[in-house]
């Protein structure tokens, strides 16, 4: 299978994880040959829609079917997402003997069936760590990427249903970068203020479902228009989130505000 070197990443690694350190990504690159695939952009799509993306076998009169490892993953000429999850979950998630992987090791580690998306579930035992009150558990999900350029796609059906040929265009890596800039002026209180956010969201059952995505861009396009991130005004523009995001909920928006990048 020809892979990218894989690593870790997602708000664990990015400091920006609240409440308690329970998740991160696995990151698994596909490695395409660029003669063969082409990534096309969403508003190019049939579906139009700007964080759909799709990828399309080209040169087959060339190279036909079967040059490429990624063509037995191939729907209507495209690269299926849903095909290369669910691969993964039956060469990965089902085939692996993970009762002897967690044998050589102080944890559990088994995978989370029946979930939209690849996770693991690694599990420390009080045993392990000789506290009795102890018994955490950390989720990692593995998540197959497509890289071009500054465009990454994200293998998530979850996301992307009901079309199974489509890729999500993340956004992650840019807001996250983009953040870190702004905030080299402010001691980083654009980040404070997003994982203020994320806290009471995640607390809050009626807010869990309210993603760390259309935060991230709240805070971004609110940063167009407010100059004044000194400690002093954190408490505006905390209450100026909160107003926003009631404006949204009540338009039935809590997605992805725009599609900027």
Request: hydrophobic share 40%.
């Amino acid at each position: 299978m020809p892979l990218g070197e894989m690593n870790l990443g997602g708000s664990l690694l990015d400091d920006l994880q609240v409440v308690s350190a329970d998740h991160a990504c696995l990151l698994v690159p596909l490695q395409l040959e660029s003669s063969l695939w082409r990534l096309v952009p969403g508003e190019e799509t049939l579906l139009t829609h700007p964080l759909h993306w799709m990828v399309r076998r080209v040169n087959l009169e060339y190279f036909p079917r079967g040059r490429s490892y990624w063509d037995r993953h191939l729907v209507g000429g495209y690269l299926s997402s849903e095909a290369v999850v669910n691969m993964f979950s039956k060469s990965v998630m089902e085939t692996m003997n993970w009762p002897s992987i967690s044998s050589t090791m102080d944890c559990v580690v088994r995978p989370v069936l029946g979930g939209p998306d690849l996770r693991l579930q690694i599990q420390v035992s009080s045993a392990a760590v000789g506290d009795a009150s102890t018994d955490s558990s950390l989720f990692i999900t593995m998540l197959p990427v497509l890289r071009e350029g500054d465009v990454t796609l994200t293998a998530q059906p979850d996301l992307t249903s009901p079309w199974g040929n489509a890729w999500h265009l993340s956004l992650y890596p840019w807001e996250t970068q983009r953040l870190a800039q702004l905030d080299l002026a402010d001691d980083g209180r654009r980040r404070l203020l997003l994982k203020i956010l994320k806290s009471v969201c995640r607390l809050n059952p009626a807010l869990r479902p309210l993603k760390a995505a259309p935060l991230a861009n709240l805070l971004l396009h609110l940063s167009d228009s407010e100059s004044d991130w000194s400690e002093s005004g954190l408490e505006a523009r905390f209450q100026q989130c909160i107003a926003e995001l009631m404006v949204i909920w009540s338009k039935g928006r809590c997605t992805v505000i725009s599609n900027r990048r």
